[in-house]
Structures are given as structure tokens and as C-alpha cells.
């Protein structure tokens, strides 16, 4: 089992959501967060005056989920696909376990 982690510049967060559905993976987690990366956030300008405002940080999406290994490159290209600005970092998973159940392994996903 792999997690995903896709850290989205812009909101094309629905368009990867109904891809995956379309792949049918099943659950994810979408965050609204705020960060920083290599670009700086966009320019505020004042509505009076002259004075500009760069902030410090600006809002990203974050969209997680875990996935059997053999899905993985179908949603990496699925992600790279629709969004338009961001990162993608993969990693294993070593354990799952349904709380309610107590099932383990693939299944839970």
C-alpha cells in the first residue's frame, strides 16, 4: 500500500476527485491549508493608495489517500493530468487496520 500526498497550488481538486472515482478509488482527505513554496504568493494590492502587500503565506490544497501499489502510477497520471500547479510525494504504508472491524492489509482501503 502506497499514501499520496498531492499538494495543489490551485483548487482542481474536483476534477481529481471525480478522475479517482472514475478509478474507483474509494476515500480521500482534502485539506485547505497555507503555505509556502518556491513561488512567492501573488501581490494585495491596497484599495486606497499605493501600498502593496505580499503575504507570507498563500492557500494550497492537499489531497491524501492511500492506495494499493498497483494503482499507483493510473493516479500519479491522473493527478498530473488535472491539477495544474503542485507536488506529488508517494510513500509506503506499512500497516492498515479498520478500527470497527479490525481487518487488516488491503481490504480496509
Not at 499538494?7 to 479517482?20: K, P, R, T, Y
Not at 482534502?30 to 501600498?51: C, D, F, L, M, Q
Not at 487496520?97 to 481490504?107: N, T, Y
Amino acid at each position: 500500500m502506497l499514501k499520496i500526498q498531492a499538494f495543489l497550488g490551485n483548487n482542481d481538486v474536483m476534477a481529481i476527485s471525480e478522475a479517482l472515482k472514475e478509478l474507483e478509488i474509494g476515500g480521500l482527505t482534502v485539506n485547505k491549508v497555507r503555505g509556502r513554496g518556491k513561488r512567492p504568493p501573488p501581490e494585495i494590492h491596497a484599495s486606497k493608495g499605493s501600498a502593496i502587500f505580499r503575504p507570507q503565506f498563500s492557500e494550497k490544497y492537499v489531497i491524501e489517500l492511500v492506495i494499493p501499489e498497483s494503482k499507483e502510477e493510473q493516479v500519479v497520471n491522473i493527478i498530473k493530468e488535472k491539477g495544474s500547479v503542485g507536488k506529488i510525494f508517494i510513500s509506503p504504508v506499512l500497516r492498515a487496520v479498520d478500527i470497527e472491524s479490525g481487518d487488516e492489509g488491503e481490504s480496509v482501503i
